[in-house]
């Protein structure tokens, strides 16, 4: 049986219309759609949802309208016009939209209806279980349904949930106020993964459960009731090859001629949903700012502000609207001429081509947000930008800004700020504006809707299921698990390698300077390296001149020490983990050298990151005896430092703490190609902290017979190779 994936969000992603009293149905495109359709190729999907007002809609059409949403694969789920009211508007709307964008004073006095909420969310529970089948994973989104998955876990316990949050997740202290916290938390730790746009609210979340609930949090992990929920960052993307498309388009390029009007007029674009979290009223003052800091630019510039309808049912979305109107009407009133209109003012929504040519014709985009959970304008704004050219504005309160760094950031509550960065962008040289806009591209079409989709999918699917759960030795991964990771890495565009050294890719032997690579693992290991898109990293507890000897030739990156030295791929050079504190050598060697003097026999070896005290020559009863006493006073001084003691066989060795494999990680992401997996081999504990440390999406495979946490095993290194081999082979021709 095909595994199906099953969608639930409150709107299906479907729009009606009755013309001619002729019922169209269509599958409306979008971020959620598109990406799904890359990253479900080998399973079905179905989406859960409310259809829609349709209103007028005659009976034989509702059962026609029933008809072609199943031969979309959709499931309605019908709603009251109470409920709509209710669940919808009071509470989602309402409620946890403004409390959620820290707008707390917009709640109304007294918050009601939850009743209706939690009603039509266990509507939502009942038709997905009536249509769950063994296998299906289960993937809810949005404010909207934060009961599901928890009511969901109750009638299908075996079910794989995943929750995805599109808007922001608060502090703390912000999402204290919600007077149902308890329930929104406990609802959402139903799920097996709790995916959000951002690190940021992903901790937010972490920090909540932990405060309210008590959970425990070593990430990716929050623990409660013997449960385990994995919680992470994953950052929505749009369907960056439709934008690039249609920025191509001969319609598309003239509709960007006109918008521009010749080359005297810089064009400077706002797109933005009618919502008060858009900072739509404070950009219209920075613009304003703009106008009267530099009479310059009257007649040179013009702020195409378009603005489509939204949530017309919430009467405080009605009262911004005027707001919005009165302000544009001001700047103009003020500024205009007969022949310039600073703010050029739509309130409509526009078709994709219209979209396409406003966003090719700005010579500056404006996203400036008061919160934003991601924001795809920004996004969508980068991909159609195939000239390299335009400059984006972004508040720093988006999600977005912590993806695209290269954005010119600004905090939309510093309206004089903003004016000055508008200033800027409007001025900024064409060298810049190119370097900035080919490093956004980099980011946007390699972190698109497909990447989103495919990343959050797979870590559903290798979530862990019971508390700390480790496999044994007799849970191998079959021949199918491990085919499906050697796809997702074969067809990966680019594909980070991190390989442990002992017990992973050579065999123990009895003498550590045995293990010597072998002709065959060389040749396997160059291969892998001269594979298009692909970088190797070994990351070993050896030492620096031990990796050196043995694999230095190859064009591979190395980690010495278990990530305490690194040198990158072809080069000499090594340089030191800056995240680990300084070893005081002269201090510690000073008071180990007092030991060394006073126990005959014993010495003291300066290490590349420590000291170590030897006593294996002294005398056994003093040793021990000295022994005792060195380590109490090094734990003294570990304590002023920062330092671990390490109580060895006849050594005592002191180093500076809190090394791990894990500490490579964050800086090899930092170098990496965006969106490139990254799949990791290791077999004992020291790889676990490498595992952890992963970002997500990532592959853990585990070689031999230890424990571990990675979902992926091997059974021994010959396997690990046999793997290796085939990855570095091309995959043979269908
Ligand atoms: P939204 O709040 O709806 O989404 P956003 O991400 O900006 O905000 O998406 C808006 C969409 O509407 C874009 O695709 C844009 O093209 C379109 N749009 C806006 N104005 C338009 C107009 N006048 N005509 C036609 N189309 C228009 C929520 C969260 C966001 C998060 C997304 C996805 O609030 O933070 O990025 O979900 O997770």
Known sequence: MTRRTILVSNRLPVTASVEDAVLKVERSVGGLASGLTGATRNSH???????????????????????????????????????????????????????????AERLPPDPRHWSTYAAVNARFAQAVADI?????????????????????????????????????????????????????????????????????????????????????????????????????????????????????????????????????????????????????????????????????????????????????????????????????????????????????????????????ALYTAADVMLVTPIRDGMNLVAKEFIASRVDDDGVLVLSEFTGAAAQLTEALLVNP????????????????????????????????????????????????????????????????????????????????????LLLDYDGTLVSFTGRPDAARPDTELLGLLGQLAGRAGTDVHLVSGRSRDQLAEWLGDLPVALHAEHGLWSRGAGSDEWKRQPAVGATPYDELATVMGRYAESTPGSLVERKSAGVAWHYRMADAALGDQQAERLAAEMDDLADVHGLDVLRGDKVIEVRPSGIHKGLIVADVMRHAVPGCLVLALGDDRTDEDLFTALPPGSIAIHVGPRESLAPVRLPDVATARAFLRDLAMEPPSA
């Open 45 to 103: 999907t179905v989406w859960i949802g409310w259809a829609g007002p349709l209103t007028g809609i005659s009976r034989r059409q509702v059962a026609e309208l029933n008809a072609q949403l199943t031969a979309l694969d959709c499931v309605p789920v019908s709603l009251s016009s109470r409920e709509i009211r209710e669940y919808y508007e009071d509470v989602s709307n309402a409620i946890l939209w403004p409390l959620f964008h820290y707008q």
């Open 132 to 356: 769950w089948q063994p296998g299906d994973e289960i993937w809810i989104h949005d404010y909207q349904l934060l009961l599901l998955p928890a009511l969901l876990r109750r009638r299908i316990p075996d079910a794989r949930i995943g929750f995805f949050l599109h808007i922001p997740f608060p502090a703390l202290e912000i999402f204290r106020i919600l007077p149902w916290r308890q329930e929104v938390l406990d609802g959402l730790l139903g799920a097996d993964l709790v995916g959000f746009h951002t690190e940021g609210y992903a901790g937010h979340f972490a920090a909540a459960a932990q405060d309210l609930l008590g959970a425990e949090w070593k990430p990716p992990y929050l623990t409660h009731q013997d449960r385990d929920v994995r919680v992470g960052a994953y950052p929505i993307g749009i369907d960056a090859g439709r934008f690039e498309e249609l920025a191509r388009r001969r319609g598309v390029r003239q509709g960007a001629e006109a918008l521009r009007r010749g080359a005297d007029v810089q064009v400077v674009a706002g797109v933005d949903r009618l919502d008060y979290t858009k900072g739509i009223p404070r950009r219209l003052i920075a613009f304003e700012r703009l106008l009267t800091r530099h009479p310059e630019l009257h007649g040179k510039v013009q702020l195409v502000q378009v603005v489509v309808p939204s949530r017309t049912g919430v009467r405080t979305y009605r009262e911004f609207r005027t707001q919005v109107d009165a302000a544009i009407g001001n700047i103009n009133g003020a500024f205009g001429t007969a022949l310039w209109t600073p703010v050029a003012y739509q309130y409509r929504s526009l078709g994709e081509e219209e979209l396409a």
């Open 413 to 496: 509550y510093d309206v004089d700020g903003m004016a000055a960065t508008l200033y800027r962008a409007l001025t900024m040289d064409r060298d810049e504006r190119k370097r900035r806009m080919r490093a956004l591209r980099g980011t946007v079409t390699v972190q698109d809707a497909t990447w989103w989709a495919g990343t959050f999918l797979s870590d559903l699917r290798s979530a862990r299921r019971r508390r700390k759960r480790w496999a044994t030795a007799s849970e191998t991964s079959t021949p199918e698990e491990v085919q499906e990771v050697l796809e997702r890495a074969r067809s990966a565009r680019s594909l980070l």
